[in-house]
């Protein structure tokens, strides 16, 4: 049965049982344990809303119709000594594994959703608006349309300006802010007189992303090349460290 045929077949189910879900599948490709975190937008908060993933580990999990939400990955966490779960990038801030309705502290890259769940198109997107700590993409699996995978796979640490670095122990640059984190200014942050596109253009800064993530939010207003559609009925994999 071709592809077309198997969507007929999942939009048919849709129409008797109202809607079509989602797996998401995590993979982790960097030479290090992350810990990915789920935040629910709208729509029933995820059965995992963190845990662990150690190099070339997998796991999945089932999103509803209608789901909107946004992925991450923290880095270098470990349980202090008052038993509190922290994480050198993207901490949530719950102080366990699980983040619980809690969202990543930037800089964090985001994987972002939209499900639709009706037959209609799913939006997806990497975005950086919140800073980048770590290399990731999405790849659709199944679905139709163009379904295009989208990817953040720039070092963006190694030419993270020094107003942006966030230092690790070694003295590294684990995480880099955004202009708008960073320096709290209206004209980065697309704010006050620069509430609109045509008053928030891109900015020396968020070049500094764009050049090495094109496909990836680089600032607020940068839908044009950064937002991917996929009609439902798919699966999506995303992966650390591409």
Known sequence: MGAK?????????????????????????????VWPGTLTGAGSQLPKTGFELATGASSSVDAPAGWSGRFWARTDCSTDSSGKFVCATADCGSGKVECNGAGAIPPATLLEFTLNGHGDKDFYDTSLVDGYNLPASITPQGGSGSCSSTACSGNVNSVCPPELSVMGAAGNVIACKSACEALRQPQYCCTGAHSIPETC??????????????????????????????????NYLITFCP
């Open 201 to 234: 253009p891109p900015t020396n800064y968020s070049k500094i992303f764009k050049k090495a993530c094109p496909q990836a939010y680089s600032y607020a207003y940068d839908d044009n090349t950064s937002t991917f559609t996929c009609a439902s009925g798919g």
């Open 5 to 33: 045929g198997f969507l007929t077949i999942l939009l048919a189910i849709a129409s008797i049982t109202g809607a079509l879900s989602a797996t998401f599948t995590f993979k982790n490709n960097c030479p290090y344990t």
